[in-house]
């Protein structure tokens, strides 16, 4: 998600996830090709599994974006035809490359043949939406995948939401147009060996259980970042560990937040990502209202988040 999944947030997942493939914010290929890449694509290793996701639509620079990824340690690189922002659109790229299908299969083979021979296998996936626009019909969907798949694609991720590219805010084409569930589970019979991932409005345990019944993978999106806590009840659900104290999780970040600290990292690029983590606990507006008004000030450091999970926060809610 743009301007929120970084590398901050993704360390901070990876704790409460152990499992999980964390995805990087949506980078175009302009910035990887010509932006600081330490920026923009660096990452700490206890990230990994993590995928790099690209916006663009010129082969050419999606496959040197792919190499890069790569040769960075990227287990991953995905292309996102999903996002439906009109700054998105304007770059050509994100949602409305669903009506581009044989653009996007280029974009697939190209990336694909680029991380060919490299030591591990990079998988090439793409996240997409179920239709765009008047694309309204299943068969729509159904020939943008055999596209792709005539392309190399063995991965797809999709927003069981169509998205409307004119007339609707990016907020409301994640909330305005009705989820189709059955439709992405129907990609599923029709394409056996292609591996689809649900995405889309998954807030809980029991809906992940759900959508395993019909389909190889499940992604959380904002939910996970609202209540980052979702992601530990998914770990225990899913593979039997232990729910973990929030209060550990949050002391197991000490030491990367006082090493980014001392590289000069100001402390709320990375509270800003801490802020849902008691969602739901007493004292969470306290913890939220401690770390919203106090990591913007000078010098502001570890101290500042030990004093937020004393147990006088649920008095100051």
């Not at 660096?42 to 995928?51: K, Q, S, V």
């Not at 090439?124 to 005539?150: P, S």
């Not at 147009?177 to 809980?204: A, C, E, H, M, S």
Request: hydrophobic fraction near 40%; include cysteine.
């Amino acid at each position: 998600m743009m301007d929120w999944t970084d590398r901050h947030c993704r360390f901070f997942h990876r704790l409460l996830a152990p499992h999980a493939r964390l995805y990087t914010e949506m980078v175009t290929t302009g910035a990887v090709l010509h932006g600081d890449r330490a920026r923009l694509l660096g990452f700490d290793a206890a990230e990994r599994p993590l995928a790099l996701q690209l916006g663009g639509h010129e082969p050419a620079d999606l496959a040197r974006c792919a190499r890069i990824g790569a040769d960075l340690g990227y287990d991953e690189i995905n292309l996102n035809v999903g996002c439906p922002s009109d700054r998105v659109q304007s770059g050509r790229f994100g949602a409305c490359l669903m009506r581009e299908p044989a653009l996007v299969a280029d974009g697939v083979a190209a990336m694909r043949a680029a991380v060919a021979g490299q030591d591990r296998p990079i998988p090439i996936t793409v996240k997409c939406r179920i239709g765009v626009d008047e694309q309204d019909d299943y068969v729509d969907l159904q020939q943008f995948v055999e596209a792709l798949v005539g392309a190399g694609l063995e991965v797809l991720v999709v927003h069981a939401r169509k998205a409307w590219l004119h007339g609707l805010s990016p907020k409301e084409n994640r909330e305005v147009p009705p989820l189709n569930y059955p439709r992405v589970y129907q990609l599923k019979r029709d394409f056996p060996r292609l591996t689809v991932v649900v995405n889309g409005g998954v807030t809980d345990t029991a809906a992940v259980r759900t959508h395993l019944r019909h389909a190889d993978g499940v992604m959380l999106g904002r939910a996970a970042y609202h209540d980052p806590y979702v992601l530990a009840r998914v770990e225990a659900a899913l593979y039997g560990e232990p729910l973990p104290d929030r209060d550990d999780v949050l002391r197991r970040m000490r030491p990367y937040i006082e090493a980014e600290l001392a590289r000069g990292t100001a402390l709320k690029h990375i509270t800003r990502h801490l802020l849902g983590l008691y969602q739901g606990e007493p004292g969470a507006r306290g913890f939220r209202r401690m770390l919203s008004e106090g990591a913007h000030l000078p010098g502001a450091g570890w101290e500042l988040l030990e004093r937020a999970m004393l147990p006088g926060r649920a008095v100051a809610a």
